[in-house]
T-cell receptor, first 115, second 113 residues
Framework: EAGVAQSPRYKIIEKRQSVAFWCNPI?????LYWYQQILGQGPKLLIQ????????DSQLPKDRFSAERLKGVDSTLKIQPAKLEDSAVYLC?????????????FGDGTRLSIL | QKEVEQNSGPLSVPEGAIASLNCTYS??????FFWYRQYSGKSPELIMS????GDKEDGRFTAQLNKASQYVSLLIRDSQPSDSATYLC?????????????FGRGTQLTVWP
């Protein structure tokens, strides 16, 4: 079974520029998550989708971050404009359902550096 | 703010020893608990899940859960150098945050030959 696919693996931009990340979850997984992992910390949830609907975006900085999952499969996360504190690894995860007992499986992440 | 605390590292054990990793959580409504292993520069990899009080064994790994004490641990028997990684404890939020995973900061484990 193919895992969660993410691209790009690395991205370097200057502050105030925009950037987008792409994620394709494990086939058949209805729930998709975007996490931000700052160096030395655990991942923090940014947004959770169930199919193409948003379940939880309470920790998404909506003034600069946006995400969509239009067809209920792959998803994009955008930052515009980027700030220095956005330097982190952005992880996408998926699970078979939104129930609390479904383990989440992570992609390799996108490492973002802001200059 | 729901919190997940892990014992501060780094933890260093010799090859063949038992490594013990601990985690406490603040949300009494949490029902699902996970341990992820993260190698440097890699994504978290699920290694154990536990939902009921008691022990759950999978190969060299044993997860222990005590909901009354809000405590979950991971034991790694016969530790190998390949076990050297950061171990993340993740707890599912109860109530209105059902489905959201809360992660600890991780404990860095080094197994030396």
């Amino acid at each position: 079974e193919a895992g969660v696919a993410q691209s790009p693996r690395y991205k370097i931009i200057e502050k105030r520029q925009s950037v987008a990340f792409w994620c394709n979850p494990i086939s058949g997984h209805a729930t998709l998550y975007w996490y931000q992992q700052i160096l030395g910390q655990g991942p923090k949830l940014l947004i959770q989708f169930q199919n193409n609907g948003v379940v939880d975006d309470s920790q998404l900085p909506k003034d600069r971050f946006s995400a969509e999952r239009l067809k209920g499969v792959d998803s994009t996360l955008k930052i515009q404009p980027a700030k220095l504190e956005d330097s982190a690894v952005y992880l996408c995860a998926s699970s078979a359902g939104g129930q609390n007992n479904q383990p989440q499986h992570f992609g390799d992440g996108t490492r973002l550096s802001i200059l | 703010q729901k919190e997940v605390e892990q014992n501060s590292g780094p933890l260093s054990v010799p090859e063949g020893a038992i490594a013990s990793l601990n985690c406490t959580y603040s949300d009494r409504g949490s029902q699902s608990f996970f341990w992820y292993r993260q190698y440097s520069g890699k994504s978290p990899e699920l290694i154990m899940s536990i939902y009921s009080n008691g022990d759950k064994e999978d190969g060299r790994f044993t997860a222990q859960l005590n909901k009354a004490s809000q405590y979950v641990s991971l034991l790694i028997r016969d530790s190998q150098p390949s076990d050297s990684a950061t171990y993340l404890c993740a707890v599912n939020g109860g109530g209105s945050t059902l489905g959201r995973l809360y992660f600890g900061r991780g404990t860095q484990l080094t197994v030396w030959p």
